[in-house]
């Protein structure tokens, strides 16, 4: 057969879900999924390609299409490409070459003038975009101001939550404390975790059992780990070592999770 590009079949979502999570390490659950890919317009039959060779699946890709208003009031067609993945056991064939070039030939089919890629300057993307036709546009550093800190941790929970963890922590429980800086003052809010099913689950307060693990940190700190837990461990590894060091970052374990942590 060799290597074809074909177009999600409606029946796959499921399993587009599964290589989507294998390949980006949790990249998130059936809600995240019904949020990006059930939009309105959005068809996954059209907007998600599919890799195949001699029948196995080696990747993919989506591609998301937008209108823009110019300053002349007209409206243009523009795509965005995202979620391109490929197999672990695929990887270095070409793989990606071939969902992005599948992708621009779509746009372009679609009558999209312009695509886009939103992508940090630390990933793949970043350095193998240019070789399909994108140019770099603007390297802003982006500065970010937290207006509303309750809001701001409601949304770092929501991504903690997709999370995958290690079966062994099943019923720890976790409290994360937050220091924000607001009207030059230094403000608290903390939240609680149980770690059910791999997951964490938040919990109005620990009304049964100690807490295992407590990580005190400020909003900047943990923003920054963040941003390298994306990059993968050798690049946030530093970083929660040097906010150690430096008391940006501190924390208190039970002798129940340094029990758990050396059997990992």
Same mark, same amino acid.
């Given at each position: 057969?060799?290597?074809?590009?074909?177009?999600?079949? $409606?029946? @796959?979502?499921?399993?587009?879900?599964?290589?989507?999570?294998?390949?980006?390490?949790?990249? *998130?659950? @059936?809600?995240?999924?019904?949020?990006?890919?059930? @939009? +309105? !317009?959005?068809?996954?039959?059209?907007?998600?390609?599919?890799?195949?060779?001699?029948? @196995?699946?080696?990747? !993919?890709?989506?591609?998301? %299409?937008?209108?823009?208003?110019?300053?002349?009031?007209?409206?243009?067609? #523009?795509?965005?490409? *995202?979620?391109?993945?490929?197999?672990?056991?695929?990887? *270095?064939? !070409?793989?990606?070459?071939?969902?992005?070039?599948?992708?621009?030939?779509?746009?372009?089919?679609?009558?999209?003038?312009?695509?886009?890629?939103?992508?940090?300057?630390?990933?793949?993307? /970043?350095?193998?975009? $240019?070789?399909?036709?994108? #140019?770099?546009?603007?390297?802003?550093?982006?500065?970010?101001?937290?207006?509303?800190?309750?809001?701001?941790?409601?949304?770092?929970?929501?991504?903690? +939550?997709?999370?995958?963890?290690?079966?062994?922590?099943?019923?720890?429980?976790?409290?994360?404390?937050?220091? /924000?800086? +607001?009207?030059?003052?230094?403000?608290? =809010?903390?939240?609680? %975790?149980?770690?059910r099913d791999r997951?964490?689950?938040?919990?109005?307060?620990?009304?049964?059992?100690?807490?295992?693990?407590?990580?005190?940190?400020?909003?900047?700190?943990?923003?920054?780990?963040?941003?390298?837990?994306?990059? !993968?461990?050798?690049?946030?590894?530093?970083?929660? =070592?040097?906010?150690?060091?430096?008391?940006?970052?501190?924390?208190?374990?039970?002798?129940?999770?340094v029990k758990l942590?050396?059997?990992?």
């Amino acid at each position: 057969m060799g290597r074809i590009v074909r177009n999600l079949r $409606p029946n @796959e979502k499921g399993r587009h879900l599964r290589m989507l999570n294998l390949c980006f390490d949790s990249w *998130g659950d @059936e809600r995240k999924w019904r949020r990006l890919y059930h @939009e +309105k !317009g959005f068809d996954i039959t059209r907007n998600v390609v599919v890799v195949e060779e001699d029948g @196995e699946w080696m990747g !993919g890709g989506t591609a998301w %299409f937008r209108e823009a208003f110019l300053k002349t009031n007209k409206r243009i067609q #523009v795509y965005i490409a *995202g979620d391109g993945y490929v197999h672990p056991n695929h990887r *270095g064939k !070409g793989v990606y070459s071939t969902f992005m070039r599948s992708l621009n030939g779509l746009a372009q089919n679609r009558g999209a003038s312009l695509g886009f890629g939103f992508i940090s300057l630390h990933g793949v993307p /970043f350095r193998a975009l $240019p070789r399909y036709g994108f #140019v770099d546009l603007l390297h802003p550093v982006t500065r970010l101001l937290i207006l509303k800190p309750q809001n701001f941790l409601s949304y770092l929970s929501e991504q903690l +939550k997709e999370l995958s963890l290690p079966k062994a922590f099943e019923g720890l429980k976790l409290k994360l404390i937050v220091y /924000f800086q +607001k009207n030059r003052r230094r403000c608290m =809010i903390s939240k609680i %975790f149980q770690i059910r099913d791999r997951k964490l689950v938040e919990l109005g307060s620990p009304k049964e059992g100690a807490i295992d693990l407590t990580l005190q940190a400020s909003a900047s700190t943990l923003l920054s780990i963040f941003n390298r837990f994306y990059r !993968g461990k050798r690049a946030m590894i530093p970083v929660v =070592i040097a906010s150690l060091l430096l008391g940006r970052l501190r924390f208190r374990l039970s002798v129940n999770f340094v029990k758990l942590m050396l059997k990992v």
